[in-house]
């Protein structure tokens, strides 16, 4: 494994104007590390970060993970310090509550239309819950996937409210989150491998994106998921995380150490980006849609940023190594203007890192 710098650089090419053009989107952005949170836990690995997820407002923070916490932030106790002072917190002093969960998480997703109140989760032992941040209970449980992972939950954008589940055993599942219990399976679309992430479109639609252990991903209508109506061919492992950039074009993650960017209208894959480490984990995958910028982790305890125009990384930033194995694992941007923002990542130590983000003036 390769050392790790305070700042990644992105590798040079033997064409000098492609360089200085690189160079020149390199140096649109600051990003500046303003807080970082540890972990209470004095045991490696219990306290991983898997998910990180803003709600609506873009004020509440949630993340979830291997500790069975859903932990509550306001963007006020994430960003808590004056100037540009690097703030050095822990959960329990970050932290404005959580709710214990039965299981670990493997998905968060706020439900739309619940003014920051609801939050559903999808669990390691196969259930996808509802819970009443404010109240601090659960209000939804199903258990339809025959108590394998659910690696991914979702709820589209329209009402009334339908829910997501993708799990290991093969299957998405699509159901009503006013019926609680069993029969509340609405359809199901069987994949035979397991299904490790799903997006509903977020700017409308009836299209559901899936991303599967087969290496594809696939999009259904909502309406008939018998057979889907595109199949994205292009990754040679698992595909891990789905997000819409925009109507027409979807971004993955996949295993095989790429992200990619595909065309909706005709299939085929835009541009593949590589720069990151990722053979065998989750490493996360948030999309700044007004910025156009991508963010993920990686296996070298790095989080590393893509312009969706270049192929190579504009940005990254190692943090020190604690304990074997340590790496990034879930990132989340904050849905704000295009020219500041928030990018939030998680490590498998139970580490967050909160970094600001701002396009820097234009001169003249």
Known sequence: ??????????????????????????????????????????????????VIEFDQSQTILATGGIARKIRIYSLTSLLPHHANALSLLDHANACDYYISTPAKLSSLRWKPGSGSRVIGSGDYDGVVMEHDVERKVAIFERDEHGGRRVWSVDYSHWQPVVGASGSDDGTMQLWDPRCDGGGSVATTAVLKKAVCCVEFNPFGGSIIAVGCADRRVYGYDVRMVTHPVMVLDGHKKTVTYVRFVDNATLASASIDGRLSLWNLEDCEMIRSYKGHVNRRNFVGLSVWRTGGLLGCGSENNQVVVYDKRWGEPIWGHGSEQVGDHVFVNSVCWRQVDEDECTLVTGGSNGVLQVFEVKRKPMHS
């Open 1 to 50: 494994m390769k050392n790790l710098s305070d700042e990644f650089h992105p590798a040079t090419s033997l064409d000098p104007q492609k360089d200085e053009e690189q160079h020149s989107l390199r140096c649109e952005w600051d990003f500046n590390l303003r807080t970082v949170i540890s972990s209470n836990s004095t045991t490696a690995g219990t306290d991983a970060v898997g």
